[in-house]
């Protein structure tokens, strides 16, 4: 009972994770700010792709995939988006 708790508080990391992304990425879909430190979001869009293929072909834990995969997604979103805003910015 208490490791099913574990793993249910665990995946409901994911969630607070997406919240907590927000507003970076209401900053610059939103209101097309690119506030973002591209560096920073590289290193962690790398090292959450990381985290992603070892919970995909090494743990096959399905809620460390699903935060792992929340948090690949809002760090490529937000690497992506602000990269590209600064280069429109940039002209």
């Known amino acids: 009972m208490i490791l099913y ?3 249910l508080a665990y995946a ?4 607070v994770s997406a919240i907590a992304y ?3 990425i209401k900053d610059i879909y939103l209101h097309k700010k690119p506030s973002a430190n591209a560096t920073s979001y590289a290193i962690w869009t790398t ?4 985290a992603l293929l070892y919970s995909l072909f ?9 935060v792992a995969s929340v ?3 809002a760090c490529s979103l937000i690497l992506f988006q602000s990269t590209r805003l600064k280069k429109f ?3």
Do not use: E
């Open 89 to 91: 910015h940039n002209l």
């Open 5 to 7: 708790a574990l793993t």
């Open 22 to 24: 927000w507003p970076t």
């Open 47 to 50: 090292t959450s792709i990381i």
């Open 58 to 66: 090494i743990l096959k834990d399905l809620p460390f995939q699903f």
């Open 71 to 73: 948090n690949f997604i």
């Open 12 to 15: 409901s990391i994911g969630l």
